[in-house]
Structure formats: structure tokens, C-alpha cells
């Protein structure tokens, strides 16, 4: 008795050792892991482009928004507000343009992505009212977008394809065949022209002062800006509508594809491609510099649409009467769609417990609301029954049945099927059913 005292007393000391025995070698023996997972973004994220451009601005201070009408846009807000306006802008009427411009004479600042001619047109042989037609808002300012000079990669995809056309026509899967292939040639060929990335664009000088440092941007397109003041070191005139001069500009060897103008207190700044301020894109270079130069510190809207308006508000706007007069008409369908159950009517004072009463209300009202087939079913199916005695042939049980009860076949096999119309219709049918249910041949 007094071991086994001693190790009830023991016991709880050795369990509490073995356990801090295994604690401690567990945090001995492994060592925290962190990884990440991947989550998809949220789709107010990935319907916006400029979302992070959005947040960062937001850190900085300067509140922003996306506008995606006209009647969003107009009229104008005060001039500390800079519009970046895409290239899905719409067709500007010459109130807009005019609107937008005298909005950035009188201290504005317009960022303005460049719209190219569209491909059934050439630029060499494009006239002056293809331009404006084109694009109202930068050709009032002597803007227009010709084709980089810059080569493209339609080489390297021409060079893929004579590869694979140049493999047997018995392979099923070429590009895995030329990956593959015992041809160590063929096989670097193959890997460098499919697997490498395509360049990158070349990186843009940013020159806007003698003080200022030169800036590098990337602009992923293959167009350049000219502006017609240019033209004066040919001999020809310019084409300007408004008095603007050129501050800044950002080129490569292939021509511009960013100016900034000035025109009265405000400045228009022309980019080819707003993909640099991107999600994806926004952190490379000096992109998210220039947005903030562009900008200062004040409230920017991120302007996609300008010309058509969301259409239930374009409808309100051009024809209030035809907008009220179809949500009348949504009413009445609804009101002619929606089942009613008929009136509702008082009930009475004296007591309905006759069971002969509330079985014919309820006959009546299925009767109303088109539920006769109901009614019948449980009747029809005894009388299918019944039917089957006569005959294991329908046609026949049918002649058989009509025989017996002295009536055509055609009402028989209509009382057994179909949907009476009439009150007095559906009683004979009842009265046939019953007849037939209760017949003994």
C-alpha cells in the first residue's frame, strides 16, 4: 500500500514531465512555415483598371473616381479636378469639345489618351475631316496619331509558323514534337521562338524643363503623336483652333508618344496608350511619378465614357414620356399576369357546417381557378381500372365499354381524357366516369 501511494503521488509529476518533454520537442524538432495563397481579386477590382492607381492616390491624399457617362461628366466640376479620359471616350459633340476646352483655359488640367484612325482608314491618305471626325477633341488642338516606324514582331510569329509547316504532316502535336526533337538545332529554334517573351517597348525620355531631370516611361503602343506646329520647320502652316504651345514631350528613337500642352491657365496632356497607370503596370519606371506630376495634389476622375450615357438614364433624359409610358405598361402585364383568386367578400353570419356546402365551394373554386382535371383524376384513374376488365386493349375495352353503357366511343374516350368547357360538360363526363366505375360485365 505504501507503493502504490507513492506512485499515485508521482504519477501526476511524471505525466506533467512527459509533457513538457513533448512540447519542448515538438518546438525543438519544427520550425514555423508561412506561405502565401493566392486569392482571386474582388470584381470591383478587375472591372477597374485603375483600382490601384485609385489606392495609391488615396494614400497620397487625393481623392479620385471613375466617371462612365456624360451626364456624369457635365456639367464640368471646378478646375483642381484632373480628367484622365480614355480613348473609349465616345464621339464628342462641339459643345463638349468646346465645353472641355474653355473648361482648361480657365485653369483645367486634361490628360487625354490619343485615338489612332481606324484600320479601313490610311494615314497617308486620311483628309483633314477624317481627322476631325475622328477625334474633335485633339484635332482642334493640332493633334493627330500616325503608325510607329517601330518594327513588329510579325516576323518572330511568320518564323513560328514555317517551323510547324516545315514538320512532318504525320506529327499530332507539332510544338511538342519540336520541343522534343533528337535535333538539338530544331529544338533551340523551336524553344526560342515559342517560348521567349516578346520585347518589351522601348522606354520613353520624358523632357519637360532644363531643371527637371529626364524621366523614363514605357507606353505600349504603335502609334507616335505629331502635333502640326511641327510643320512651321517645313514651311507649312498649322493647323490650330486654339492657341496652345508644346511644354513637354516624351520620345525614342521612333517619334513621340506623349506631349503636353499648355493652353491659357490649364495644361492638355496627350498620351498614346494610359496602360502605364494600370494595376499591372502602375509601379514600373517612373509611372506612378508622372501620374502624381500630371495631377499635383488635387481630386482626379478617371473619365471612360463621355458621349452615351447609361441607356435607362439616356431614355429618361431624351423621352421621359416613352420611359413612363412603358413602366406603366411592366404594371399592367404584372397586374394581368399575376393570378387573383377572384373577390373577397364578406363572410356571412350564419355558420357553414354543412360538409355538401364546403365540398361544393371547393368543386366551385377549382372549377374556377381551372383545376377540372384535378377534380377528375382520382375518378379517371378507378375508371381506367375498370376499363381494363373489359378488354387488355384499350381500342377494344373502349368499343367494349361504349357498348355496355350505350354510349359513343368517342364520349367515352373524350370523358376519359379531355378537359371539359362547360358546367354541363363536366357533369356528364362525371356522370359517364361513374357509369363506367361502377359497370359489370
Known amino acids: 500500500m505504501g507503493k502504490t501511494a507513492r506512485l499515485r503521488r508521482v504519477f501526476p509529476w511524471l505525466l506533467a514531465a512527459l509533457l513538457l518533454a513533448m512540447v519542448s520537442g515538438y518546438y525543438a524538432l519544427t ?6 495563397k493566392r486569392v482571386a481579386p474582388d470584381s470591383s477590382i478587375t472591372r477597374n483598371p485603375y483600382s490601384a492607381a485609385q489606392q495609391w492616390l488615396a494614400q497620397r491624399g487625393q481623392p479620385s473616381k471613375r466617371i462612365l457617362s456624360a451626364a456624369a461628366l457635365f456639367p464640368l466640376p471646378d478646375t483642381r479636378t484632373t480628367l484622365v479620359i480614355d480613348k473609349h471616350r465616345g464621339m464628342l459633340t462641339s459643345n463638349q469639345v468646346n465645353a472641355l476646352l474653355e473648361w482648361v483655359q480657365d485653369g483645367g488640367k486634361l490628360v487625354v489618351e490619343a485615338r489612332p484612325l481606324p484600320g479601313i482608314l490610311d494615314t497617308s491618305d486620311a483628309s483633314a475631316s477624317d481627322w476631325q471626325d475622328n477625334d474633335p477633341l485633339l484635332f482642334a488642338l493640332g493633334i493627330t496619331v500616325w503608325d510607329s516606324p517601330v518594327p513588329s514582331d510579325a516576323g518572330q510569329e511568320d518564323a513560328i509558323r514555317d517551323l510547324l509547316m516545315a514538320l512532318p504532316t504525320f506529327v499530332d502535336s507539332p510544338l511538342q514534337y519540336c520541343l522534343h526533337s533528337d535535333n538539338k538545332a530544331l529544338r533551340e529554334d523551336c524553344a526560342r521562338l515559342a517560348c521567349d517573351a516578346p520585347p518589351e517597348p522601348t522606354p520613353l525620355t520624358l523632357h519637360v524643363s532644363d531643371n527637371e531631370p529626364d524621366r523614363r516611361v514605357q507606353l505600349f503602343s504603335d502609334y507616335v503623336i505629331w502635333h502640326d506646329s511641327w510643320d512651321e520647320e517645313e514651311g507649312n502652316a498649322p493647323h490650330l483652333e486654339w492657341p496652345v504651345e508644346i511644354t513637354g514631350y516624351a520620345d525614342n528613337d521612333y517619334g513621340s508618344q506623349l506631349v503636353q500642352l499648355s493652353l491659357g491657365s490649364g495644361q492638355i496632356s496627350v498620351l498614346t496608350d494610359l496602360s502605364l497607370w494600370s494595376s499591372e503596370r ?29 441607356l435607362a438614364q439616356w431614355l429618361w433624359l431624351k423621352a421621359p414620356a416613352l420611359a413612363f409610358a412603358l413602366l406603366i405598361l411592366l404594371v399592367l402585364w404584372l397586374w394581368h399576369r399575376i393570378p387573383r383568386q377572384g373577390p373577397r367578400q ?5 355558420s357553414r357546417r354543412d360538409y355538401l ?11 374556377r381557378t381551372n383545376q377540372q382535371m384535378a377534380l377528375l383524376a382520382e375518378l379517371r384513374k378507378q375508371a381506367e381500372q375498370q376499363l381494363l376488365r373489359f378488354h387488355h386493349q384499350r381500342n377494344k375495352a373502349l368499343a367494349l365499354a361504349a357498348k355496355a353503357l350505350s354510349v359513343p366511343v368517342k364520349e367515352l374516350d373524350a370523358a376519359l381524357q379531355s378537359q371539359a368547357d362547360t358546367r354541363d360538360r363536366f357533369t356528364q363526363q362525371v356522370s359517364l366516369l361513374q357509369s363506367l366505375k361502377n359497370c359489370r360485365h
Do not use: C, I, N
Not at 31 to 36: A, D, I, L, N
Not at 282 to 306: I, M, N, Q
Not at 346 to 350: I, K, L, N
Open 346 to 350: 364578406q363572410a356571412r353570419e350564419e
Open 357 to 367: 356546402k364546403h365540398l361544393h365551394a371547393s368543386g366551385y373554386f377549382q372549377w
Open 282 to 310: 502602375l509601379l514600373y519606371f517612373d509611372h506612378a511619378w508622372l501620374l502624381a506630376w500630371l495631377t499635383g495634389a488635387e481630386p482626379v476622375w478617371f473619365v471612360r465614357s463621355v458621349a452615351m450615357p447609361p
Open 31 to 36: 520550425e514555423p512555415v508561412t506561405y502565401m
